[in-house]
T-cell receptor, first 111, second 113 residues
Framework: QKEVEQDPGPLSVPEGAIVSLNCTYSNSAFQYFMWYRQYSRKGPELLMY????GNKEDGRFTAQVDKSSKYISLFIRDSQPSDSATYLC???????????FGTGTRLKVLA | DAGVTQSPTHLIKTRGQQVTLRCSPKSGHDTVSWYQQALGQGPQFIFQ???????QRGNFPDRFSGHQFPNYSSELNVNALLLGDSALYLC????????????FGPGTRLLVL
């Protein structure tokens, strides 16, 4: 079993839809959680990070962490075709510098 | 403000050869991490350099080595290349006290034939 699981997709949605992207994890010691967006043949771009549990909002993006369920989510409101990319979750414990990434979910927003 | 830069952008090598990849961190950053991203997979942590020393290492063999220079730039060296080393190699920079804000470069795409 991988430490971090992420549905590879692709997930196709119409423009303007609310998108929900999710990761589950097995290590209860994970404390730092990040979401990256990666366009084809580019490096990952940091979108959001949260520490421990709770929600964080930034513009059209909301990140949620549910440590009791070992589940994190990224919501994208009013999705745009330019949001079409692969979304990666990453997490680490407090005692390490090593981030563990999910495999990424491919998102397609259709105009 | 220049972000993280990496060179070269693409590289083709043959099995058994050695390769050196280079990374310049974002201005103000002093910590460099290297990741390997195979096609269709998430990045995998190779190691992190801080104060010119390897601070932590992932599950990669000794064929993978690195270096950090006084100006915080870094190199990744891979010896005795295998076909399975073909991947996108990503460099990420951060500051020691703010590990969460890790910024990635565009990567170097390595193909081993």
């Amino acid at each position: 079993q991988k430490e971090v699981e992420q549905d590879p997709g692709p997930l196709s949605v119409p423009e303007g839809a609310i998108v929900s992207l999710n990761c589950t994890y097995s290590n209860s010691a994970f404390q730092y959680f990040m979401w990256y967006r990666q366009y084809s043949r580019k490096g990952p771009e940091l979108l959001m990070y949260t520490y421990s549990s709770g929600n964080k909002e930034d513009g059209r993006f909301t990140a949620q962490v549910d440590k009791s369920s070992k589940y994190i989510s990224l919501f994208i409101r009013d999705s745009q075709p330019s949001d079409s990319a692969t979304y990666l979750c990453a997490m680490r414990t407090s005692g390490t510098y090593k981030y563990i990434f999910g495999t990424g979910t491919r998102l397609k927003v259709l105009a | 403000d220049a972000g993280v830069t990496q060179s070269p952008t693409h590289l083709i090598k043959t099995r058994g050869q050695q390769v050196t990849l280079r990374c310049s961190p974002k201005s103000g950053h002093d910590t460099v991490s290297w990741y390997q991203q195979a096609l269709g997979q998430g990045p995998q942590f190779i190691f992190q350099y801080y104060e010119e020393e390897e601070r932590q290492r992932g599950n990669f063999p000794d064929r993978f080595s690195g270096h950090q220079f006084p100006n915080y730039s870094s190199e990744l060296n891979v010896n005795a290349l295998l076909l399975g080393d073909s991947a996108l190699y990503l460099c990420a920079s951060s500051t020691r006290g703010v590990q969460e804000t890790q910024y990635f470069g565009p990567g170097t795409r390595l193909l081993v034939l």
